[in-house]
C-alpha cells in the first residue's frame, strides 16, 4: 500500500468519525423544521415547532434561567478562578502541591456522586433546592476548569516581568492590573467561557439540586422526554446545541488551542 | 561612602549554600561587578539586594537604611533583567513611564522625564513602538531607560549585555559606561563574562559556592590574584606547584622558581616566553613544543611539560621562527611570578 | 529577619486562595464527607425523623446480589464502552496528528473536540430519535438494502453504548492526539531508516510513547461511563437500569437517601481506586 493511499483511507477514516459525531445532531436539528409530530418521513419543511416554542412559557423561562445562573456562575467563577491561579502561580507556600491536586476531585469524580452529596449537604444545612443551591454547586464545578485554564495561561508568562514591574515600584495589586491580566486575558476569556458551558449545559447536578418547577433548561428537556418527544424539545435542543457550540469555538479561540502565539 | 552594604548573608536552597556568610560594600557612585562560575551565588546576592531574595540571616542596607524588611517596590532600586522584561503590551514609552505612574507622577513630568531617559539612551524616535518590533541592542536600552527613570538609589544589572551577539556586546558596554557615568548612579551588575567585567567595573567581587573570594579595583585583583581559583578564573594562568627552599620554589623537575615564598606559583600566558636557546631569565624551565596555532595577530602555543599543558600567548610574529615542535625554553620575568596565598 | 516580607506574602496568597478553597469546600468537599457521614445512617436525620448509626446500608450492599450485580453491570459497561472509544479514536487522532497537516488540521481536531463541549444531554436524544424503531436509520437502512430489515435498536444495550460512545470518543481522541503529537517525527524517520517495518513501529514505538495519553482518555471515559444514568435511562429504557440509574432513584423517587449515600460511597471508592491506580500515568500524560 503506498503512503498517499494511506493518507486518503485516514482522511476517509476522520470524515467518518466526523459523520458519527454530527449525523444525529443534524438528524435532529432536521427533524425540528419537520412537519410531522411523530418524526415521519417525507421531509416537509415548518417553523410552526420554533413558533410554538416561543409560546411555551415553560421552555422560555427556564431557558431564561438557565441564561442568567450561567452567567452569574461565570462571573464567581472567573474572578474566584483567577485570583486563585495568579496565587498559585506567584507564590511558593508549603501544601500548594495539595492545593493543586484538590482541583481534580470535582473534574475527575462523576456528578451523580457530586450531585448527590451536594444534595445531602444542602439539605443538611438547611439550604435545601433551590437556585442559590444550583449556582453553589455549578461554580464548584466551573472553577477547576477556570483555574486549569487561567494556569496554562501562565505558564507561558514570563516571571520576570512581575519582578520588573516589582522593581519599577508597582505593589502586587498595581502589577496584578497593569502586567499580568493583559497577558492572562486570552486565558481569563476563555475560562469564563468554559465555565459559562459547564453551567449551561449543566444536568446532572441540576437535575438533583433544582427545585421541580423551577428547573433549569436541561432538567426539563429531560423530564419532558421521559414522558415523550415533541419536535418543539427538538427545536430547543438545536438551539442549545448551536449556542454551547458556538460559545466553545470562542474558547476555542482564545485558549491557544492550535498552538498559535 | 558605600551606597549598598550587606553584612553577613546567608541563603540556603535546602542543602545548597546559595550565600555563604557574604559580606561586601559597594561605594557610592561606583560601577561594581559581581563575577563568578554559574552556581557561585552571584545572582542570589543581586536579587537578595533587590528584595526578591529574603536571606535567612545577615543585613542588607542601602544608602545606610537597612531594607531587610522592605518589599522590592519600596526599595528604591532599578533593575535591568537578562531578558529586559519589557512589557510586551505597552510601547517603549508607556514601559519607560511605568515606574513613575506608580508613583502617581504628572502626566507632563512624565512626558518630560520619559523623553529625557529615551534621549539619553539614543532612543526618543521610538517611543510608539512596541517592543517585539525592536532589536535586541534597542531592548537592551528600553530596560536602561525604564530602570532609570525613577531615579533609583542604585542600579542592579543581571547578565545585562548576555542576550547579545559579541559584537553588539561590545558597543553596548562602551553605551553601558557612557551611560553609568553621566547620571553617576550606583551600579551593581552581574556577569559570567570575565572580560566583560574587567572593562567596565571599577571594582569587581569574585564569588565562589556562596562565598566572597575576593574583591577591589579589577587590575589590583588580575595582577595579584593571590588564590588559584582568582588566577584562573579570572582571564589565563598557569600553576606550578613545587616546595618552598631558601632560594624559591623547587618544581617537581627540579627547576627552582626563585624569590617564591609560596607553594604554589602562577604565571600567565601572555608573560611567558620562548626560546629555543636557553634564555637569560632568572625563571625558566625546559619543555617540549607540542602545538603551534595561528590566530592572526596574535598566536597560541601549547608545550608539554611532564605531561601537562602549558599555554603561551605571544604575537604570532614571535613564535614564527620556532620549530613545529621539538623542545623549548620558556622563562619568565620574577615579578610575573605571582604568589599564591590559597 | 526578612519575616515582615515573607508575611505579607503569605497573607496576600491566603487572600487570593481563600474565597475559590472555601467555595470549593463548602460545595464539594464537606458534601463528600457528609455523604460519608448519611450512608452510615438508618434515616436522614431532619424532618424529625428517628435515626441512628447503622451499617445497614452497606450490609444491604453486601447481602442480596442485586446491587453487587448491578455495580459488574455498570463496570462492563465501562470497560466497553472504553475499549470501543479506543479502539475507534485512537486511530482517528493518529490520523490528525501525522497524517493532516496545517491549518485543515487544527479545523477538523476542532471539529472533532466540539461535540464534546456541547449539551450530553441534547446529544443523547438526538440518538433517541435517529435510532428509535422506524426512526431515521431504520429507514436509511431499508433504502439501501434491498431486503427488509428492523434494526430497532432503541432501548438496547447496544443503544447505550453507541449514545455513550458519541459522548466520550473526544475523550480519548483528544488526550491520544496531544500524546501522539508530542511524538517527534525524526523518531519515526529513524526507525525506518533502520529498515522498521509499519506494523514493528506501531507496537514498538508509537504505542508505548503514546500509552500515557491512551490511558489518560482511557480512564477519563471509564469513570463518569460507570456513574451514568442518565444516557442508560433514555436510551435503554427498561433495559437501562444500572448502578447509576439506581442511585438516581433513591434520592428522586425511593427517597432512601442513606442507601443512596452508601451507593454512591461505594462507587466513589471504586472511582478513586482506579484515579489512584493510574494517576502516576495521568501525571505523566500532563507533561
Not at chain 1, 77 to 93: E, P, Q
Not at chain 2, 7 to 15: D, I, R, W
Not at chain 2, 177 to 198: C, M, N, P, S, Y
Request: charged share 15%.
Amino acid at each position: 500500500m503506498s503512503n498517499a493511499f494511506l493518507a486518503h483511507l485516514g482522511r476517509a477514516y476522520v470524515g467518518l468519525i466526523l459523520f458519527f459525531l454530527y449525523a444525529p445532531i443534524l438528524v435532529m436539528a432536521a427533524m425540528s423544521f419537520n412537519a410531522s409530530e411523530f418524526y415521519q418521513l417525507p421531509f416537509s419543511f415548518t417553523t410552526d415547532w420554533y413558533a410554538k416554542l416561543a409560546g411555551n412559557r415553560e421552555i422560555l423561562s427556564a431557558a431564561w434561567r438557565s441564561v442568567w445562573i450561567a452567567v452569574i456562575v461565570t462571573a464567581i467563577a472567573t474572578s474566584l478562578g483567577t485570583a486563585a491561579s495568579i496565587a498559585l502561580f506567584r507564590y511558593d507556600f508549603p501544601g500548594k502541591r495539595v492545593l493543586q491536586v484538590l482541583l481534580f476531585p470535582p473534574i475527575a469524580i462523576p456528578w451523580l456522586i457530586t450531585g448527590t452529596a451536594m444534595l445531602i449537604f444542602f439539605f443538611g444545612i438547611g439550604l435545601g433546592r433551590g437556585t442559590p443551591a444550583v449556582i453553589l454547586g455549578h461554580v464548584a464545578l466551573a472553577l477547576p476548569y477556570v483555574i486549569v485554564v487561567v494556569s496554562a495561561r501562565l505558564t507561558s508568562f514570563d516571571r520576570t516581568l512581575e519582578e520588573a514591574a516589582r522593581s519599577l515600584g508597582a505593589s502586587p495589586w498595581q502589577i496584578t492590573r497593569a502586567v499580568t491580566v493583559p497577558w492572562i486575558l486570552p486565558g481569563i476569556i476563555a475560562g469564563g467561557l468554559f465555565a459559562f458551558a459547564v453551567s449551561f449545559d449543566q444536568f446532572v447536578v441540576s437535575y438533583f439540586l433544582s427545585e421541580p418547577g423551577d428547573s433549569t433548561l436541561p432538567v426539563l428537556i429531560y423530564t419532558s422526554i421521559r414522558k415523550g418527544f415533541t419536535p418543539e424539545i427538538n427545536a430547543i435542543s438545536t438551539i442549545i446545541i448551536a449556542v454551547s457550540m458556538g460559545i466553545m469555538l470562542l474558547a476555542a479561540r482564545y485558549s491557544n488551542f492550535g498552538g498559535e502565539r | 561612602m558605600a551606597m549598598v552594604r550587606v553584612e553577613h548573608l546567608v541563603k540556603t536552597y535546602g542543602a545548597a549554600r546559595a550565600l555563604d556568610d557574604v559580606t561586601l560594600e559597594f561605594p557610592d557612585g561606583g560601577f561594581f561587578g559581581l563575577l563568578g562560575p554559574s552556581g557561585s551565588g552571584k545572582t542570589t546576592l543581586l536579587r537578595a539586594i533587590a528584595g526578591f531574595v529574603l536571606p535567612e540571616t545577615g543585613r542588607v542596607f542601602i544608602d545606610d537604611e537597612p531594607v531587610e524588611n522592605v518589599p522590592v517596590e519600596k526599595r528604591g532600586i532599578g533593575m535591568v533583567f537578562q531578558n529586559y522584561a519589557l512589557f510586551p503590551n505597552m510601547t517603549v514609552a508607556e514601559n519607560v513611564a511605568f515606574g513613575l505612574a506608580v508613583r502617581k507622577v504628572t502626566e507632563a513630568e512624565k512626558k518630560r522625564r520619559v523623553a529625557e531617559a529615551l534621549e539619553l539612551v539614543q532612543l526618543a524616535a521610538f517611543g510608539a513602538r512596541k517592543p517585539h518590533q525592536l532589536s535586541g541592542g534597542q531592548r537592551q536600552r528600553v530596560a536602561m531607560a525604564r530602570a532609570i527613570v525613577t531615579q533609583p538609589r542604585v542600579l542592579l544589572l543581571d547578565e545585562p549585555l548576555s542576550a547579545l551577539d559579541k559584537a553588539l556586546r561590545v558597543d553596548m558596554q562602551i553605551e553601558l559606561k557612557r551611560i553609568q557615568r553621566e547620571i553617576g548612579i550606583t551600579t551593581i551588575f552581574v556577569t559570567h563574562d570575565q572580560e566583560e567585567a574587567l572593562t567596565l567595573s571599577d571594582r569587581i567581587g569574585i564569588l565562589k559556592d556562596g562565598r566572597l573570594i575576593r574583591h577591589g579595583p579589577p587590575r589590583e585583583v588580575y595582577d595579584d590574584p593571590q588564590d588559584s581559583f582568582t588566577a584562573t578564573f579570572l582571564g589565563d594562568a598557569r600553576i606550578f606547584s613545587g616546595t618552598v627552599e631558601a632560594g624559591g620554589l623547587r618544581l617537581a623537575d627540579g627547576t627552582l622558581v626563585p624569590g617564591v615564598r609560596t607553594p604554589t606559583v602562577a604565571v600567565r600566558p601572555e608573560n611567558l616566553h620562548l626560546s629555543v636557546a636557553e634564555p637569560d631569565l632568572p625563571c625558566r624551565l625546559q619543555a617540549r613544543l607540542g602545538q603551534k596555532i595561528f590566530g592572526g595577530a596574535l598566536g597560541t602555543c601549547l608545550l608539554d611539560w611532564r605531561g601537562e599543558v602549558i599555554k603561551v600567548l605571544g604575537r604570532d610574529a614571535d613564535f614564527r621562527d620556532l620549530p613545529e615542535s621539538g623542545p623549548v625554553w620558556v622563562g619568565w620575568r620574577p615579578e610575573h611570578s605571582i604568589q599564591m596565598s590559597g | 529577619m526578612a519575616t515582615t516580607i515573607a508575611g505579607q506574602d503569605r497573607l496576600r496568597a491566603v487572600t487570593l486562595l481563600s474565597p475559590a478553597y472555601l467555595w470549593l469546600t463548602v460545595a464539594v468537599f464537606l458534601p463528600l464527607s457528609a455523604m460519608a457521614f448519611f450512608s452510615f445512617l438508618s434515616d436522614v436525620p431532619f424532618g424529625g425523623r428517628d435515626w441512628h448509626v447503622t451499617l445497614d446500608n452497606y450490609r444491604a450492599f453486601f447481602e442480596t446480589t442485586t446491587y453487587a450485580t448491578l455495580l459488574w453491570k455498570s463496570l462492563k459497561l465501562g470497560l466497553i464502552v472504553t475499549a470501543v472509544s479506543v479502539i475507534v479514536g485512537f486511530p482517528c487522532a493518529w490520523v490528525l496528528a501525522k497524517v493532516v497537516k496545517g491549518r485543515s488540521r487544527e479545523a477538523l481536531f476542532l471539529l472533532v473536540i466540539l461535540p464534546f463541549w456541547s449539551n450530553s444531554l441534547v446529544r443523547i436524544f438526538s440518538w433517541a430519535i435517529v435510532l428509535r424503531g422506524n426512526g431515521v436509520l431504520d429507514r436509511a437502512v431499508n433504502a439501501v438494502l434491498p431486503w427488509d430489515v428492523k434494526l430497532n435498536l432503541m432501548f438496547s444495550p447496544t443503544a447505550i453504548v453507541i449514545g455513550l460512545v458519541h459522548s466520550y470518543l473526544p475523550y480519548v481522541i483528544l488526550t491520544s492526539y496531544l500524546a501522539l503529537q508530542a511524538i517527534d517525527d525524526s523518531l519515526i524517520e529513524a526507525a525506518r531508516s533502520l529498515g522498521a517495518k509499519r506494523r514493528t513501529i506501531l507496537w514498538r514505538l508509537i504505542l508505548p510513547l503514546s500509552a500515557p495519553g491512551i490511558i489518560a482518555g482511557a480512564v477519563l471515559i471509564f469513570v463518569p461511563v460507570v456513574g451514568s444514568f442518565m444516557e442508560p435511562r433514555l436510551l435503554g429504557g427498561r433495559l437501562g437500569t444500572y448502578y447509576g440509574t439506581v442511585i438516581e432513584d433513591q434520592f428522586v423517587a425511593v427517597f432512601n437517601w442513606p442507601l443512596g449515600a452508601a451507593l454512591s460511597f461505594i462507587l466513589l471508592a471504586v472511582v478513586l481506586a482506579i484515579l489512584a491506580a493510574a494517576s502516576p500515568i495521568l501525571k505523566r500524560a500532563r507533561t
